[in-house]
Nanobody, 129 residues
Framework: QFQLVESGGGSVQAGGSLRLSCSTS????????MGWFRQAPGKEREGVAA????????YYADSVKGRFTISRDKDGYAVYLQMNSLKPEDTATYYC??????????????????????WGQGTQVTVSS
């Protein structure tokens, strides 16, 4: 059984950048939709970004579009989230996620956490003003 392991979280001032990484522990998920969800204290878990199998399509929440970039390595062993121009409202625990199959529509990729079968343990991102 593989695990999704996140790294790269931390504390940064508003306007700064962080890069999150997620390893699949040696198990290729190249044919699977992968992404990032986040959860802030007292709020619902929300989809931030997702990338389809082999990176053919990417999807972003409106709140991060133009600031965050999701990517994945070609062999399916890692997914990344580059976060620029961070805002205090980006403060949350960020979770790496993977589906059992592909994702071909934005709504399916971002708007239902139950579509994701596999979850990492989360990494904290804190943005101070």
């Amino acid at each position: 059984q593989f695990q999704l392991v996140e790294s790269g979280g931390g504390s940064v001032q508003a306007g700064g950048s962080l890069r999150l990484s997620c390893s699949t522990s040696g198990y290729s998920l190249g044919s699977n939709c992968m992404g990032w969800f986040r959860q802030a204290p007292g709020k619902e878990r929300e989809g931030v970004a997702a990338i389809s199998a082999h990176g053919s399509a990417t999807y972003y929440a409106d709140s991060v579009k133009g600031r965050f970039t999701i990517s994945r390595d070609k062999d399916g062993y890692a997914v990344y989230l580059q976060m620029n121009s961070l805002k205090p409202e980006d403060t949350a625990t960020y979770y790496c996620v993977a589906q059992g199959g592909n994702c071909l529509q934005r709504d399916y990729a971002l708007n239902n956490k139950n579509n994701y079968k596999y979850w990492g343990q989360g990494t904290q991102v804190t943005v101070s003003s």
